[in-house]
C-alpha cells in the first residue's frame, strides 16, 4: 500500500529518533550497570526494549505504505553522571512527546488513521511510562540528595 509521501517522511524522521532514544538508553544502562546501580541498570535497559519495539513498529510500517527506512539513528551526547543521563532521556522523552504529537496530526490532515493510532500509542508510552518515571526520578534526587537516592539504587528491580 503506497503511504502518502509526507507522512512516510515523518516517520522516517520518527525511527531515527527511536533508534537514537535506544542507543542513548543502551549506554546508560551499560553505564549503571558498571556503577553497580542495578535497578536503574534493569529500569533503563527495559526502556531500551520499549524503545526498539517503537523504532521495529515504525520499520514495519514505512515498509507496509512502501517507504525506504532510514535506519541512522539521530546523533545524541550521553550522560556521565547518574543526574545528567536521567536529565538527558528525560529530555529525549520529551523531544519524542512533541514529535509524535506533530506526527499524528500530519497523519490524520493525510487520513493515515493506522499511522496515527500506532503514534498515539507511542506516545501514551512516551507520557505515561517514560517521562513519568524519569520526572520522579529527578525529584527525588532534589527530595533526597544524590547521595541518598543512589542507595536506593542498588538493588535490581525493574520497577524500581
Given amino acids: 500500500m503506497k503511504g502518502h509521501p509526507d507522512v512516510v517522511d515523518y516517520l522516517k524522521q520518527l525511527l ?38 517503537h523504532a ?15 535506519m541512522r539513528p539521530e546523533p545524541f551526547v550521553a550522560g556521565k553522571t547518574v543526574e545528567d543521563m536521567l536529565q538527558r532521556d528525560l529530555e529525549v522523552e520529551y523531544r519524542v512527546r512533541a514529535n509524535l504529537a506533530k506526527g499524528m496530526a500530519l497523519c490524520e490532515q493525510h487520513g493515515d488513521f493506522v499511522s496515527r493510532e500506532m503514534l498515539l500509542t507511542q506516545l501514551q508510552d512516551t507520557e505515561e511510562d517514560h517521562a513519568h518515571w524519569l520526572e520522579q526520578q529527578l525529584g ?10 543512589l542507595l ?3 538493588d535490581g528491580k525493574v520497577g524500581d
Fill in 56 to 70: 521495529d513498529a515504525l520499520l514495519r510500517r514505512i515498509l507496509f505504505l512502501e517507504g525506504d527506512p532510514d
Fill in 140 to 149: 527525588l534526587i532534589q527530595r533526597l540528595g544524590i547521595e541518598n537516592y
Fill in 152 to 154: 536506593t539504587k542498588l
Fill in 16 to 53: 531515527r529518533g527511536e533508534l537514537s532514544a535506544r542507543d542513548q538508553y543502551f549506554i546508560h544502562s551499560r553505564r549503571y550497570e558498571d556503577m553497580g546501580l542495578k535497578a536503574l541498570y534493569a529500569r533503563i535497559d527495559h526502556e531500551m526494549e520499549e524503545e526498539t519495539q
